[in-house]
């Protein structure tokens, strides 16, 4: 699994790369989604209103957003006491949607990704951005005047900030062709890298498991292998046998495994060699930055 933390600009795209990831494959959730969902419980509700009064509710007791802006971003007091009572129950609810399991890439969006502390749990950063005025614009048409958008952003990190602490940055000053070509560049590569392996194989002798271990690396099969001696002890035409094997381990990645595999029974000497592909629940970061310059992904 690879879990990507998605950020960027008001404006600037950050919903429509999630939807092109989506598409493309990847498990996306959104923090606004899940704050939406938040100022549905009464207990935040009540907790806003005793601060802030009756004038943020309609008639039926139900949060009005845009009350709740003009009261948390009119000065720093408010805006830090709106963001202790949302976010930590933002990120618990991610946190627990990430322990629900899976496999493959994970993308959850975050606008205050930097802002509120990048959890340990997100591998990789994404920052999207735009000109200034392209986001003007785009605000614009969703009701966002320049002063809405500047009473938020006061309170955010600067731009060039935030692009030096994300792992990839997006520009979308563009149209949209242009920003489904960059993110399809990028989906590709992330969906690659999400899906490490751990091929292994036992062999018969030493120099039978290096032979297919260097054979297999100098091809950009596989990153690396460990070859270690083991005692197998299996059923073989209705015997018991009991010997010594050499075990090969070698991590790949699944774009790789087809390859990988036929390149392994081409050169073992067993009528029936046994292969064994494991999917990996996680690989550090770095790691996986190695395994894709490595194998030239």
Known sequence: MLVIGLTGDIGAGKSTVCSLLQQMGAVVVEADRIVRQIWLRPEIIEAARKRWGNDILDSEGRIVASEVASKGFCDEAEYRWMCDLIHPLVMAEMERLLLEGGEGLK????????????PDWIDFAIYVTAPKDVRARRNAMRGLDEEA??????????????????????????????LREEVERLG????????????????????????????????RLAACVNIVPVRSIYSWHGDIEDEGEWKAELKTLRCKLYQLKKEILSRHSYDT?????????????????WLREVLDI
């Open 149 to 178: 958008i500047a009473a938020r952003e006061r309170w955010l990190l600067p731009a060039e900030e935030k692009k030096k602490m994300s792992d990839w940055v997006i520009e979308n000053g563009g149209d949209l062709k242009a």
């Open 107 to 118: 993308v959850f969006e975050i606008p205050l990704l930097f802002e509120v502390g990048r």
């Open 273 to 289: 060699p046994v292969i064994l592909a494991h999917s990996l629940t996680w690989v550090n970061p770095k790691a996986l930055l």
């Open 188 to 219: 590709e590569l992330l969906l690659k890298i999400a899906y490490p392996m751990l091929v292994s194989v036992t062999c018969g002798s030493e120099s039978e498991a290096q032979a297919i271990a260097r054979t297999c690396v100098e091809k």
